[in-house]
């Protein structure tokens, strides 16, 4: 018993090494796709690539993006898969009369790139600016899990307008998210991504539409209510009770897309991204 004592902190020191340099392989779950199917891929799935070139992409629209429409909502997807599983918000979205641009992050699908947050945060950012030449104004910014961490970043380092953002089972940092799940480990000082929500939204003043999933067995609720009890601009929270992390109402015909919608659209108020 007593050589087990005197080892355990040599045993703790192992665990602790590892996670750090691991940690990646525990936040990030990208699903990969062959350059030469991406296209094909695609167009399975009633998209087109964005921009029009594999080796160039960011993501994919919908082919009627060109026409008049009411926005464009970028969406920044979870942390596993890619893209191409996101279908679902071109399906609700379109039929509102939205523009819809399934980002894709670097290392997902067939992007090059490394993951991590900077990298995610300036690759978002990038695609912002592009689509708000490309097709105006407004320029909505939705973001799932992972992706809710990437329109903060993008939104707190970006110089593009921004109208309206939505946080679909978002947290307030990713080191309280770290310390539910990891609580034995010094994780303040072993995350290399913060994605701290808070932080980067503080300046925004647009509205934040906010989506909670009541039985979220990812994210606690608790990360989810300091978040939106924390943002001080416009907002609004959807709660679904019996809801989990992935099991949210994603249907196109769910009422609540179409308030949300209002909600953004509707709210004038600082209506655009801005410092003071």
């Given at each position: 018993m007593k050589k087990l004592m005197l080892r355990l902190p040599i045993y703790y020191l192992i665990v602790v090494s590892g996670m750090y340099f691991l940690?990646?392989?525990f936040i990030y779950y990208p699903q990969k796709t062959d350059p030469q199917l991406i296209e094909q891929a695609a167009e399975s799935r009633a998209l087109r690539l964005w921009p029009q070139n594999v080796k160039t992409y960011r993501g994919f629209v919908s082919p009627g993006a060109s026409q008049k429409s009411l926005?464009?909502?970028?969406?920044?997807?979870?942390n596993a898969g890619n893209a191409?599983?996101?279908?679902?918000?071109?399906?609700?979205?379109?039929?509102?009369?939205?523009?819809?641009i399934l980002a894709e992050y670097p290392a997902y699908g067939s992007r090059p790139g490394k993951t991590s947050e900077k990298e995610f945060t300036a690759d978002a950012v990038q695609s912002i600016r592009l689509a708000s030449m490309e097709f105006g104004r407004p320029i909505y910014l939705l973001g799932e899990s992972l992706g809710c961490g990437v329109v903060g970043g993008a939104v707190?380092?970006?110089?593009?307008?921004?109208d309206g953002v939505v946080l679909i089972t978002p947290w307030d940092s990713l080191i309280n998210l770290a310390r539910d799940k990891y609580w034995?480990?010094?994780v303040k000082w072993m995350l290399k991504d913060r994605y701290d929500n808070v932080a980067n939204l503080v300046n925004y003043r647009g509205p934040v539409a906010v989506v909670m999933a009541g039985q979220d067995e990812i994210i606690p609720n608790l990360l989810t209510r300091r978040l939106y009890d924390a943002l001080r601009q416009p907002k609004r929270l959807w709660t679904f009770?019996?809801?989990?992390?992935n099991s949210w109402p994603s249907g196109p015909h769910?009422?609540?897309?179409?308030?949300?919608?209002?909600?953004?659209?509707?709210?004038?108020?600082?209506?655009?991204?801005r410092k003071p």
């Open positions: 940690q990646d392989y926005g464009t909502i970028l969406v920044f997807h979870g191409l599983d996101r279908t679902y918000y071109a399906s609700a979205l379109n039929r509102l009369g939205y523009r819809v707190a380092n970006s110089n593009t307008a921004v034995f480990l010094p009770p019996k809801a989990g992390h769910e009422s609540w897309w179409g308030e949300m919608m209002n909600f953004l659209q509707s709210t004038e108020a600082g209506n655009e991204f």
